[in-house]
């Protein structure tokens, strides 16, 4: 097991995931696994970038996603910590004739899950996944979500849950003559429990987004202020705070030609408990060349003082693939990967650097990606991860 960490601390360590902002959008293996966040709504506002995602991206991980170019009829990928292992998971996806994952089958030692996909004209309206684990220790289980749509096509109900329960029901969908949607009801399930409502209002380049309780008490409160392209350029965020209505924070955004953010340019706000997924005060700036397939960031604090630069570089996908971090004087800062030994799993931290190597294939899709470690000591570099990509085509 390993782990890439730089010497940062504190609030400025979640700069760290900045490199990640080049990702591609890319469709989960399950297409429903995002289901709820993806509820007809507002624009979707770019990721924000915090401690709590330093904590699982800053490692440089492998993105398990879903975005190949052809008519492909299957994926089979297989992830290997070492050349020398067998495959520690294994992932196969099914592809209908329209390109639309229907089956996928991910397994490993804990067990099998396999999720069933159901379109129809166009639309997802069921996935079934069920689930086994291995040391027979939980019964298996089945996890399930329905879409229902109008004459329309809009979302009109979302239900989802596990086995005979209920967990999540969605319901009361309304759009305008437009299409624009303007609000739905949550309860728990379909047989009651107290509901709550979202209601979306548009005034010109003004989107609000409110959640209110079953009082119609409203708990949360989206502004966004979108640009020619429907941008997210102005985003403020109120909660409930002693009682009241509080702004919780407001940022800016800047975006190049790609939709990609350019700058980022945050409030001053107190970052406390709850805040690990919040913007950190101060502006952020993107540069990319493209040609290169390289970049950086510059992070500003309030008070205008440089406090951390970060050089980086990504793949033909525009998923990151290294990370280098200076000090204010250009020095680069050296990181450290954690090995864990599998029998004692005590874990040593060596000093040295990662980079994702991409293999690609004729259509332009990955078939090998690898994650190597050089030693800061000069040390021979070491392969520490190994993900195996086998795509049928039509």
Not at 25 to 35: D, F, K, N, Y
Not at 325 to 333: I, N, P, R, T, Y
Request: no cysteine; glycine share 8%.
């Amino acid at each position: 097991m390993h782990h890439f960490r730089t010497h940062i601390h504190g609030a400025v360590a979640a700069l760290l995931v900045l490199g990640f902002s080049v990702a591609a959008a890319q469709m989960s293996t399950l297409p429903a696994a995002g289901a709820i966040a993806d509820l007809p709504g507002p624009p979707k506002n770019p990721s924000i970038f915090s401690q709590m995602t330093v904590i699982w991206q800053g490692s440089l991980p492998f993105q398990n996603g879903v975005d190949v170019r052809g008519h492909v009829a299957s994926i089979v990928r297989e992830e290997i910590q070492s050349p020398d292992q067998n495959p520690v998971e294994t992932t196969k996806l099914v592809f209908d004739e329209d390109r639309r994952v229907i089956r996928t089958i991910h397994e490993s030692s804990l067990g099998v899950s396999t999720a069933s996909n159901v379109w129809v004209k166009g639309r997802l309206q069921n996935q079934t996944a069920h689930h086994h684990r291995a040391d027979g220790k939980m019964a298996d289980w089945d996890e399930w979500q329905h879409w229902v749509y109008d004459a329309n096509g809009h979302l009109s109900e979302f239900h989802a849950g596990r086995d005979n329960v209920e967990w999540n029901y969605y319901l009361n969908f309304k759009y305008d003559a437009d299409g624009k949607p303007l609000g739905y009801e949550y309860r728990d399930s379909k047989a009651g429990g107290p509901p709550t409502f979202t209601e979306i209002s548009y005034s010109g380049k003004t989107i609000t987004l409110s959640r209110l309780d079953s009082v119609r008490r409203k708990f949360y409160e989206q502004v966004q202020v979108v640009d020619d392209r429907n941008r997210p350029v102005d985003l403020k965020v109120s909660d409930l705070s002693g009682g009241q209505l509080k702004q919780w924070y407001r940022v800016k955004f800047k975006y190049d030609n790609k939709n990609r953010v350019v700058e980022q340019n945050t409030d001053p706000f107190k970052l406390g408990d709850g805040d690990d997924y919040s913007p950190i005060p101060g502006k952020l700036v993107v540069e990319y060349n493209d040609e290169r397939h390289s970049g950086q960031h510059e992070f500003f604090d309030p008070d205008g003082k440089l406090a951390l630069h970060t050089i980086f570089s990504f793949d033909r996908d525009g998923i990151l693939t290294s990370l280098r971090v200076l000090d204010a004087s250009g020095k680069e800062l050296i990181g450290e990967d954690m090995f864990v030994d599998p029998q004692s799993h005590r874990a040593t931290a060596r000093p040295g650097n990662v980079e994702w190597e991409v293999i690609y294939d004729d259509f332009g899709n990955w078939t090998e990606r690898r994650r190597w470690f050089t030693p800061a000591d000069g040390g021979p570099r070491v392969m520490t991860r190994l993900v195996r990509q086998t795509i049928a085509y039509r």
